[in-house]
Nanobody, 122 residues
């Protein structure tokens, strides 16, 4: 069982930066691939980024590629999403997720955090 808690959201101006953290408790964090999803008002939840169990490989949605960077510190049981050059269209609730399978982590992960709001003003 893995419990996930996100932090680091907030209000930022367009062009600014934020770093989201996802702290995990429970066992086996290093055995889990991680992902960040987001959901804007009136829109479906979408995958933003994912990372392999070891943290050596990442994937990104086209909309954030080159601006966002996901990392995973297995020693600290924490995953991060560094967001740069933020745009108003990045405004959403951001959720971290975990699963032992990287494929499932990007589609139907077993574990979800409660979400953190990111608002980008123009």
């Amino acid at each position: 069982q893995v419990q996930l808690v996100e932090s680091g959201g907030g209000l930022v101006q367009a062009g600014g930066s934020l770093t989201l953290s996802c702290a995990a408790s429970g066992s086996g964090f290093s055995n889990n691939a991680m992902a960040w999803f987001r959901q804007a008002p009136g829109k479906q939840r979408e995958l933003v980024a994912s990372i392999s169990r070891s943290g050596s490989t990442t994937t990104y949605a086209d909309a954030v590629k080159g601006r966002f960077n996901m990392s995973k510190d297995n020693a600290k049981n924490t995953a991060y999403l560094q967001m740069n050059s933020l745009k108003p269209e990045d405004t959403a609730v951001y959720y971290c997720a975990a699963d032992r399978s990287w494929a499932r982590a990007t589609r139907q992960p077993d574990y979800w955090g409660q979400g953190t709001q990111v608002t980008v003003s123009s």
